[in-house]
């Protein structure tokens, strides 16, 4: 059974970076064939792919974030993480970590989620 683990401040304040470390377990994250994804759903909105890397470290980034965003990987310690630069409260969501399987919008696992905050 794969699970996902989110950690990362849940306060981060405006211009700054938010960074999120997702911990994954019972699977690795190089094993073919799966993107490792980070998704976030702000508040009374719906869930938005941030983007993702694929287990041969290949990275895919939402356009509308993509100048902003960086997803990489420590594969000695099977974690991904987030980093999205120079936020604003608009950036204010609970950030998920997911694994697809196969194609990079077939999501099978899903972190528990992590409220961060943008905020002075």
């Known amino acids: 059974q794969v699970q996902l683990q989110e950690s990362g401040p849940g306060l981060v304040k405006p211009a700054q970076t938010l960074s999120l470390t997702c911990t994954v377990s019972?699977?690795?994250?190089?094993?073919?064939?799966?993107?490792w994804t980070w998704i976030r759903q702000p508040p009374e909105k719906g869930l938005e792919w941030m983007g993702a890397i694929h287990n041969s470290g290949n990275t895919y980034y939402n356009p509308s974030h993509k100048s902003r965003t960086s997803i990489s990987r420590d594969t000695s310690k099977n974690q991904f993480t987030l980093q999205l630069s120079s936020v604003t409260p608009e950036d204010t969501a609970v950030y998920y970590c997911v694994r697809a399987r196969t194609t990079i919008v077939t999501w099978d696992y899903w972190g528990q989620g992590t409220q961060v905050t943008v905020s002075s």
């Open positions: 019972g699977g690795s994250i190089t094993t073919n064939y799966y993107y």
